[in-house]
């Protein structure tokens, strides 16, 4: 559950407002709202609603993760943040037109 708490972090220090008790959370900020979603199995993708999701994955599951929403091609835009110890990286950001968070 250790990806958990970091991703609830890292948005809680991007100056969201972080909703959930569970792995799955909802970080709001303004009028965006994201469906974060720490990636404890790889492999499986949430059913979701919603416009904005964030995926928050460990290095070794990012490349399958990115594969799989390639593939997929869900109706939501998407990200992934990749968690490494302490630090963080955005790997993909959703394409289209800029949206300020």
Not at 29 to 36: A, G, N
Request: charged letters at 25%; proline letters at 9%; a negative charge.
């Amino acid at each position: 559950m250790r990806l958990v708490e970091q991703a609830k972090s890292i948005f809680a220090d991007l100056g969201y407002t972080v909703e959930g008790t569970g792995p799955v959370f909802r970080a709001e900020r303004k009028w965006k709202v994201v469906h974060v979603n720490p990636v404890l199995e790889p492999g499986t993708l949430p059913s979701a609603a919603g416009q904005f999701h964030c995926f928050v994955a460990r290095p070794e599951d990012a490349d399958s993760l990115e594969r799989e929403l390639e593939r997929t091609d869900p109706s939501y835009e998407w990200a992934i943040i990749v968690v490494d110890g302490d630090d963080y990286q955005v790997e993909r950001v959703p394409s289209g037109p800029p949206v300020s968070a």
